[in-house]
C-alpha cells in the first residue's frame, strides 16, 4: 500500500464529492420506511476518520443521516463483549446468497440466521442483549457505546422514524416470532422488534460515523473498545456479510470490509489505517447506496488502501 | 501487522507441522475420486514463500499432491487474461450460500452460476478458455502458466487421477448439461469436462504451490503475470467464494484470501508479503482441509499477517 | 363401483375398528399444542352418513375431537359463498409439495399462498372472511354453518385448546406477518390468527363431522349450502391439497377427496354416496392420522368407493 | 351423474370443436424440440372411446401428432408390471409443486424424484425397464403395449422427432447424470436418456389415443392389461401430478385424472365408462394445452363425468 498524504487525500475527497454530485444515476431511495423516502437524493458526504482523530471530509458531511442497519456492527461488539463466542450458537457466520430480509434460509436451516448482518441475525443479536434488561437500558448503552466510539455525545434516536419503521415492520416480525417458533428468540418479539427499530433510527453525520468506526481500525490511538483479536474478527464478518448478496460486489470493487444501512450511509474500514464514513441516499438493487460504494470504490483506488494488495 | 523475522517464522511452521502431526481428529479423505481416497491422512506440509523467492516450510513440502480446486485460481486468471470483464455475464461474483457442487441455484439464476470457484463457476471458465482450442492446448497453456508463476517446471499432470475423477463425473457433467441448457456452455460437455478433470488432476509440492500464489502477491520481486487491479479482484474472489459455504468461518478464522482443494491443499494469500501454501489430506464438513485450515489459522494469528487488522 | 349393503359396510366398519385398536404402531400424537398432546392415542372412531342422514358407526364415534385443519374446509365454503372467485387472488390452487407451515413458498411466490389448506392460504380464508365483521361474529357464522351441515346444534369450540394454540401459535403469526409485509392481510395479524385458532378448536364427534361432510356429496337428501359446481372444486381441492405433502400418498391409497387435521380426524367424501369421519389422535411423519388413514384405506377397498375406478 | 346418450354426446363434441376452432388465443406451440414447432397451432381434436369400443369424434382426430408426455402413463404402467411396488424405491407419489424440467428438488431429496411423471421421474422408470435389455427391445414392448392397448397396429415412432428432441436435450441428459450422480440410475445416461426421447416421440391420431386409454377405464368391455387396484392407483397418479404444476388446475376445472403431452395432447379417463383425447398444439405457462383443456372443461361439464360428484 502507498503512503497517503493528507492533502493528497483532501482532494481526492473533494474531487469525489464534485464527482457523485453530477452523477444522474443515483438510485432509488428506500421506500418502506415512510420517514426515509423523504430523505433528499441529491445529499452526498464523505469523511475520512484517522488513528489520531483527524477527520477529512467533503460534501454534506455534518448533515445527520439515519444509520439503519450500520448499527448492527454496534450491537454485534456489545453482543460479543456481553456473551462472546456464545453467541455464535444462535447465529452463524456465512454469507447467506440471498436477499437481507430473506425468511426461506430460516426455515432451511431450523431458524439460525445466516450472519449478524441479514435482519434475522441483527434481530437474534438484539435479543441477546435484551436478555433481562429494558429495551431503554439497553438502547441506552448502544447510544453510550456509539457516543464513547464516535468521541462525541451529540448522537440521538430519531423517534420519528422509529415510529415510523415499526409500523411497516411486518417482515421483520414475521422473522422474529419464526425463530420464536424455532426456539431461537427469547423475548417477546414487539419487545425485541421494538428495541430494534429504534437501534436501527441511530442519527449520525459523516463525521460522527467515521470517527466511530475507529474503535475497529486497531492503531495507536484509535479508541480500545474491543480486542484485537475480536475486531479481526467483527472486520471479518463485514466483509463478508456486510453488504448481504451484494458483499462480493463490493469486496470485488472496493476491497475493504464495510457495513452499508437503507438510509444510503457505508461504514468503512481501512485496518490499521483509516475509518471511512460515506452518505448518498440512493440504493442499489440489493440496498447498498448506489453512489456510496462508487465513491468508495474511487478512494480505495486512489489511496491503495484495498486490503486485498 | 508485525514485522516478521525469518528464524521465527521457520520456528513457527515447525511448531505447526508438530503440533498438526499429533492432531487426532483429522477429518475424512474425499472418497468420492478413488485416487484420492488412497492418499495418506497422515500426510502435513506447509511451506511459505516470500517475495524475494525465499521459501521457509516444514513436513512433507516436497511431496506432491493433487490440489484439485485449486487449478480454479490459475484457470481464473487466464480466463480473465484473454476474456477481460466479458467473463462476468456468464460467472457471478457472489458466495453461493450452498455447497460447492450444487445445481439448484443455477436453475433459480438462469444458468448462470454464483462466482468462479463453485463447481459450476469453475467449469464456465474452462469452458471459456477452452473456445475455438483443444483440450491438449488449453492445458498445455495452463501448465505453462503454473510453471511460469512458480518458477519451476517439474509440474504435471496425473493422469490416473484424471481418469478416475472422470469416472464419477456424473455431478460435474449434470452441472454442464444443465448450463447447457440455459444457453452457457460452448463446448460439448464431454471436452469441457474433459478439460476440467485434468486441470484439477495437475500435481504440485506445497514448495511449488507457495511460490506459484506469488503472483498474487503484489510487491516487488513477484512474478508479474497479471496487472495490480486484477491481482486485487482475484484476491477479494478468493477470499468471498474460496472456501465455498465455509468462506465466512475461513475468514473470521484466518483473515486471507485463500482457495481449497478437495485433495487437502489450500493456498492463502497474505498481500504485499507472502503466499501460503498447506497440505493436509482430511477434510472438514464443507470440503476443505481441517488441519490445513488450523495451521493457517496458527500462523496468521503468530505472524498478524491477517488482513482485517 | 359396487352397490353397498349397509349390513355389510356396517359390519366392515366393526371390523376395521377392532383391527385398528389392535394395531401397536399408532404414530405420534401432536405435541406442539399442549392440550391437544393429553389426547388418549388408542382412542378411534369412524363414521359413515348416508345421503339418507343415515350413520353407520364403530369405536368412539360419539367422542368429541379436536377437528382442526379439517376446519378450513368449512371456511374456504363461507369464503367462496362470500367472495366467489375474488377468492383466487389471495390464494391459489396447487399442491405445494411442502410442510403444511412451509413458509418459503411464500417467499419465492410473493406472498400468495399456494392452496387454501396449507397454514398460510386457510389464514388467508380467515383473513377474508374476517373483513368488516368481528371475529365474535365470524366464529358465530362458522358454528351456523357446521351445525346446519351437520343438523346438530351440539357443537361447540373448546376454549381451552384455543388459548393453548394460541400461546404456541409463533409460526403462524410469522405467516401472517409475512403476507402482511406482502400486501396479503387484510386485518391485524392478532385478530386473523385469534380468529383461526379458535375455528381450529371446534370439537365435533365422528358422527357429527360425518353428518356435517353430507353438503359436499352432492345427492338427493344432502343439505344444499353450496352449488354442485362448487362443490366438485372443493372436493379437487380437498384431494389434491387436503393432506399436505402427503395428499399424493393419500390418493393413492384411499382415492377419495379428504380433509385432515392435527387432532387425528379425517374427513373423507364419496361423491354421490356418503360422507366419512374417522378419528385416531396418533399422526404420521406429514401430519396426517396414521391409523386414520388405514382405517379409509381399507373402507375404499372393500366398497369399491374409490374415485379412480 | 348423468347418464349419458350418444347422439347429445356426439352433438356436444362437435359443438366444442366449433368453439375451440374459433379461439383466437390458443397457447404457445412447444418451441425448444424443433420438429414440434412446425406443428399448425390451428389442429384441433377430440375423441371419446366407450368402453364397447366405440368411438365418438370431432376435429383431425385421424391425424397423427406427437404424444410426448402421455407416454409416461404407458411405460409406467409396464414398469409396475415388471418391478411392482420395488419401482417406490427410486420415485416418489407426490406433486412436486415446481416445474416438469426441475433439477432442484432432486438436490433437495437425494435424487429420488417426486413422481414418475415429471421428467425426472419418467426417466427412471425408463432407466427401470431397460435394465438387462437393448433400448429396440424396450421401445418394441411399449409400441407392442399401447398397440395391444388401442387395438391398432398402425402406430409408430417418429424418427425425426426423437433425433431433433436428442439434439437439444441437456435438460434431461443434466437430470439423469444427476440421479446417476446420488446413486439413481442404473444405465449409461446416454442410453436411458435415448430411449426416453423415442418413446416420446410414438405418434398416435386422438382415436388411436382414446381407444388406448381403455386399459385404465375399468369397466366390461375394456382391454384387461393391467389389475384393477393398479388401475385406481395409475389414475390417482394421473390426477396428482399428470399435469405438472398445473395439475390442481385441471382437476379443479376438469376433476378428471389426466397426462398432458407438449405435443399438445391430453388423454383423460373416465373411471368406469370412458377414455378421452384431446389435441390442440398450443400451450398454456405450465407446458399443458391451453384449448385442449378447456374442450375438456367443457365436456366434463356437459357430461358431468367430473369424478368429484
Known amino acids: 500500500m502507498e503512503a497517503v498524504n493528507r492533502a493528497e487525500l483532501a482532494g481526492k475527497l473533494a474531487e469525489i464529492e464534485h464527482r457523485m454530485r453530477q452523477a444522474e444515476v443515483r438510485g432509488a431511495v428506500a421506500s418502506y420506511i415512510p420517514e426515509l423516502a423523504k430523505v433528499d437524493p441529491a445529499r452526498f458526504a464523505v469523511a475520512v476518520a484517522l488513528p489520531d482523530g483527524t477527520v477529512l471530509q467533503a460534501g454534506d458531511a455534518a448533515t445527520p443521516f439515519s444509520i439503519q ?76 457505546f456509539i457516543r464513547l466510539a464516535a468521541g462525541d455525545d451529540d448522537i440521538h434516536i430519531n423517534r420519528a422514524v422509529a415510529v415510523s419503521e415499526q409500523a411497516t415492520a411486518h417482515r421483520n416480525i414475521a422473522l422474529a416470532e419464526f425463530m420464536a417458533a424455532m426456539g431461537n428468540l427469547r423475548n417477546p418479539s414487539a419487545l425485541t422488534i421494538g428495541t430494534y427499530v429504534h437501534q436501527c433510527a441511530v442519527e449520525m453525520t459523516a463525521i460522527q460515523l467515521a470517527r466511530a468506526g475507529l474503535f475497529l481500525v486497531n492503531a495507536p490511538g484509535c479508541p480500545r473498545l474491543v480486542a484485537p483479536a475480536r475486531i479481526r474478527r467483527i472486520n471479518a464478518l463485514m466483509m463478508m456479510c456486510g453488504h448481504y448478496d451484494g458483499s462480493g460486489e463490493f469486496a470485488y470493487r472496493v476491497g475493504l470490509p464495510g457495513k452499508s444501512g437503507v438510509g444510503g450511509g457505508i461504514l468503512a474500514i481501512v485496518p490499521g489505517r483509516a475509518s471511512i464514513a460515506v452518505w448518498s441516499p440512493g440504493l442499489n438493487t440489493n440496498g447498498n447506496s448506489k453512489l456510496g460504494t462508487e465513491a468508495l470504490e474511487h478512494l480505495a483506488r486512489a489511496t491503495g488502501w484495498s486490503v486485498f494488495g
Open 69 to 144: 442497519s450500520i448499527s448492527k456492527v454496534f450491537t454485534l461488539a456489545i453482543a460479543l463483549g456481553r456473551l462472546g463466542d456464545q453467541l455464535w450458537s444462535r447465529v452463524g457466520r456465512e454469507p447467506s446468497g440471498l436477499a437481507f430480509n430473506s425468511i426461506l434460509q430460516l426455515e432451511q436451516e431450523n431458524g439460525i440466521p445466516r450472519n449478524p448482518f441479514v435482519n434475522a441475525g441483527a434481530i437474534v443479536v438484539t435479543d441477546a442483549i435484551l436478555a433481562g434488561h429494558q429495551p431503554r437500558a439497553v438502547l441506552g448503552e448502544l447510544l453510550h
